[in-house]
């Protein structure tokens, strides 16, 4: 069975969302990290904090969780049409390790959700994008819900068994 990591850029209904397939995931069989971006606290990314600083406290961990994972989901709200500062701040941190930007990303598979109080349309578009673009294999089902449209569990068990077929 497969490793999965679930990636939270925020701490509300996100979370009870990715708690909520994390059953499932555990159900079929699979083992489930569920990592918070906003435990880290990392400064805002900058070249010039980049020299400042030597060795980003928590970055080594955050790049050892994902690692770790044979699949990422990625659970985030939907800000001003796109995705959470933390959320990008983090990519930007984790593409600036070693030679390759996208060493970290190339060829992993992710998954997009989202709670939000809107569709969430254009924040999964966004991390469609971005994710893209670092090389995952983008899943092209995605998980959007709110509070009057509850996940449903046909796409819920559609989308963890995508991001563990080999």
Same mark, same amino acid.
């Given at each position: ?43 805002? !990314? ?6 400042? *600083?030597?060795? $980003?406290?928590?970055?080594? =961990?955050?790049?050892? /969780? #994902? ?15 796109? !995705? ?6 983090? *990519?930007?941190? $984790?593409?600036?390790?070693? =030679?390759?930007?996208? /060493? #970290? ?35 092209? /089902? ?25």
């Amino acid at each position: 069975m497969a490793h999965l990591v679930f990636v939270l850029a925020s701490a509300g209904n996100n979370r009870v969302l990715a708690q909520s397939v994390r059953e499932h995931a555990q159900e079929v069989g699979h083992t489930v990290d569920i990592l918070s971006l906003n435990d880290y606290e990392f400064p805002l !990314y900058s070249t010039k904090m980049e020299q400042q *600083i030597d060795v $980003l406290p928590g970055l080594s =961990d955050l790049i050892g /969780r #994902l690692n770790a994972g044979d699949a990422w989901m990625v659970f985030a709200p939907e800000y001003n049409g796109s !995705y959470p500062p933390v959320l990008n701040n983090s *990519i930007a941190w $984790l593409s600036r390790q070693g =030679d390759d930007f996208r /060493r #970290l990303f190339r060829d992993r598979t992710v998954a997009l959700a989202t709670h939000s109080g809107g569709g969430g349309a254009h924040v999964i578009m966004a991390m469609r994008m971005q994710f893209s673009f670092l090389g995952c294999n983008v899943i092209g /089902r995605a998980l959007m819900t709110n509070s009057k449209k509850p996940a449903n569990p046909e796409t819920v068990n559609a989308i963890v068994s995508s991001m563990t077929m080999k």
